[in-house]
């Protein structure tokens, strides 16, 4: 029996409930610029080795929240346990990234890909989620998440990072019903993990595209959205009685962002290249938005740091509906001191926003 | 005394006036994916061994014009040749691109920074301009070029390529009037290289703003979108009884092209992540659009690329003031017959676009 949650914050401006002041969390907040983080890593000998032990997870997920008042906590876990899963053979080079033993080329290659067992191939995940709620002792909520189809099948595709999609834009545009068979097979997976997530103790889950905003406005529809929003559908929107919201966080797709709050969500990131006023304006009542301090602000000082917040802060306006963030995940080079100036920061300046 | 020119459909496509056909030519025309192209660079020894030869810089620049029916020849060059002629010594490492012997990390160092004399240290260039224009024999137009102020000074700051961008945006947050100090003079030094490109022989010119869309909209318009408009004002906008166009390209900087088409330029460049359907409404008749194929169909086949160019066109729809090109650079793989490919469509396919 999971303890009830003390602090909801981040729940209810997902919701759109009003709200004392605006909830704060930060992406890749157990992360490298943490010194406790660095030495763990080293100790694990292998950023995998941190994802697979369900205790080092759980203690890498915890590591920020002992520093910081932050709102949430998000699951330790990196964005291609699915396709490892389904028998791709995921490994890191160091400094080169992630690669994968084996690729997907046609549709025969997608035909042999496993629909994984949650319960099996990604237990590790499920017992890291477990853990980690159970020590969270209902302080703040727990975010699951996974990478969207799309962004999985960059990887998959390709074999790893890439910069020009080469082989993932080939299959699209050339042999389109090979890319749909295997994203609607992501998205089955997607949605299998994350309701498995659910299952284990996650209370709200958000889903990367970290490359949809590489894909022209048609293929980001036909071949990134649709599949998001068959996952919205497809997710456990409540379980045991509360709540889950859904965040979507498309990274460069700011251009669709009317398209992506219609998918049915609860939530939608936004990065810093648009103010969140005109995000607002533009999805309007639909869902609440998540951001968007630009990441190297955190490298400054204080007091622009300081300076900066009041700006986003003001930029979003009154009213609940903000879960504060960066517009993407905060860098290796930060000084930790910096994020306690801005969780500071949120607390105090954001208070006014939440008055009648 | 240059011939007069013989096509001048690229010239009056920018400057919105009727043609008979959209005009196309296509960013790095002269690159990687043609084997002469990678016979001549093997010989040169060094990429930069191509640009500061005059002669080298000429034939690399005519190569896609012998084989391909294009509308523009493009100066070939690097963009940073500017900061190597401040004197930061600009050389290359193979597989990790650019990089400089000295960067500019305060007020004191940009003090010390040389205005390049463009009839000196950057002599080569206006060589290589009047060798071209020359060799050109009036057939099609020669585009001069430089990087934008932003874009050159994060490679001037970084000491290099960049992901992160975190030494310059601590200097934009941190220090600002440093920041303007260093754009300030990188826009006078950008106007005289532009100037003097086009007093040897270019007939229009393009600034690329490579790296605009890693700025918030409010630093956007403050160090990138200000020191284009500058640019744009201090050029030569006539030369020799004839319009020189000015064409601004900053890539992922979509969500701004109202503000960049009120700079004063002629044309705006697009990348494919917006349809030229929406970027036409949004500019209006103030500038031409040029762009946007996915430079990722170049690499699909010869039915695939002459369906999306029949998109595309269609997408800009009716009239004057369309240069087709891709959304980007055309990337090394691709198979040279799809420039033919792209060439024969868009002739085929624009004509109809273009009666009444």
Same mark, same amino acid.
């Given at each position: 029996?999971n303890s ?32 406790e ?9 292998? =950023? ?13 997920t ?7 008042p932050l709102?949430a906590a998000?699951?330790? @876990?990196?964005?291609?346990?699915i396709?490892d899963?389904m /028998?791709l053979?995921?490994?890191?080079v160091?400094?080169?990234g ?14 042999q890909?496993?629909?994984?067992d ?9 017992d890291?989620?477990?853990?980690i ?7 703040v909520?727990?975010? /699951?998440? @996974? ?12 074999g ?11 299959m ?18 997607v949605?299998?993990y994350?309701?498995a ?14 490359w ?7 293929? =980001? ?10 996952i919205?559908?497809?997710l ?7 709540t ?10 700011n ?8 998918t049915?969500?609860? /939530?939608v990131?936004?990065d810093?290249?648009i103010?969140?006023? &005109?995000?607002? @304006? ?18 400054t ?7 900066q917040?009041i ?7 009154k /009213?609940?509906?903000?879960?504060f963030?960066?517009?993407?995940g905060?860098?290796?080079e ?7 100036v ?5 607390? &105090?300046?954001?208070m006014s926003?939440?008055k009648?």
């Amino acid at each position: 029996m999971n303890s009830p949650l003390k602090n909801d914050l981040y729940i209810k401006a997902l919701l759109r409930q009003p709200t004392e002041r605006t909830p704060l969390w930060v992406m890749r907040q157990a992360g490298r610029y943490l010194p406790e983080y660095r030495q763990l890593r080293a100790q694990a000998g292998s =950023f995998m080795n941190l994802c697979t032990n369900p205790e080092l997870a759980c203690e890498v997920t915890l590591q920020p929240l002992r520093r910081f008042p932050l709102d949430a906590a998000i699951l330790f @876990s990196d964005i291609l346990t699915i396709p490892d899963a389904m /028998g791709l053979g995921l490994y890191f080079v160091e400094g080169e990234g992630p690669k994968f033993e084996k690729t997907v080329q046609s549709a025969a290659d997608v035909e042999q890909l496993k629909r994984p067992d949650p319960s099996t191939s990604l237990a590790y995940v499920m017992d890291a989620v477990s853990l980690i709620r159970k020590n969270l002792n209902g302080d703040v909520p727990l975010i /699951g998440f @996974s990478g969207s189809p799309w962004t999985l099948a960059t990887y998959m595709v390709e074999g790893g990072s890439s910069k020009a999609f080469a082989k993932i834009k080939r299959m699209i545009y050339g042999d389109p019903q090979t890319a749909h068979l295997l994203l609607d097979k992501l998205a089955d997976a997607v949605i299998d993990y994350l309701n498995a997530q659910i299952e284990s103790g996650a209370q709200a889950v958000q889903i990367f595209d970290t490359w949809g905003g590489a894909l022209s406005p048609e293929m =980001f529809r036909s071949f990134s959205l649709q599949y998001l929003e068959k996952i919205v559908n497809g997710l456990h929107r409540s379980y045991d009685g509360k709540t889950i919201p859904v965040v979507l966080f498309c990274k460069g797709c700011n251009s669709h962002l009317e398209a992506i709050a219609d998918t049915g969500c609860d /939530g939608v990131g936004v990065d810093w290249t648009i103010t969140l006023a &005109e995000a607002r @304006s533009r999805v309007g009542e639909r869902v609440s938005l998540q951001g968007n301090l630009d990441p190297a602000i955190m490298l400054t000082n204080p007091e622009i740091i300081e300076s900066q917040v009041i700006e986003t802060l003001a930029s979003f306006g009154k /009213g609940s509906g903000h879960v504060f963030n960066l517009g993407h995940g905060i860098t290796p080079e930060v000084d930790p001191h910096h994020m306690t100036v801005l969780t500071q920061s949120v607390r &105090e300046h954001s208070m006014s926003w939440h008055k009648d």
